[in-house]
């Protein structure tokens, strides 16, 4: 489950802004997840609330999730795609000379305190 050492890796990441920011305390941490990065949302959030009770800066705090589209460009036809509806083969052309564009990462995109 490398979920849990995203959270881990986070934790540290929102401590860092907070110690910047003199917040004392977190309300809440929004992540933005690509949709086919194989990180399961769900998990996240169970293992954030978990983890998050061992450092009283993060403890209640929420983790929230939302989901970056998968995209994909075909270097042939020079068109952009839904990864997850087409996988590597374009759907206007038929080419796999195809790479991806966004989905694949995990961004820290908002840190809320109070």
Do not use: R
């Not at 540290?12 to 990180?39: C, P, R």
Request: proline content about 3%; overall charge negative; glycine content about 6%.
């Amino acid at each position: 489950m490398h979920e849990l050492g995203i959270v881990f890796h986070v934790a540290k990441q929102v401590e860092a802004v907070a110690a910047e920011n003199k917040a004392k305390h977190i309300d809440e941490v929004v992540l933005s997840v690509g949709e086919v990065s194989t990180v399961i949302p769900d998990y996240l959030i169970d293992c954030w609330g978990w983890n998050a009770k061992k450092y009283p800066l993060l403890d209640g705090s929420k983790l929230t999730c939302e989901t970056i589209k998968a995209v994909t460009f075909c270097e042939d036809c020079k068109q952009e795609y839904e990864t997850v509806a087409h996988g590597k083969t374009c759907p206007y052309c038929g080419s796999e000379n195809t790479y991806l564009v966004t989905g694949n990462e995990v961004i820290l995109k908002e840190v809320i305190a109070d």
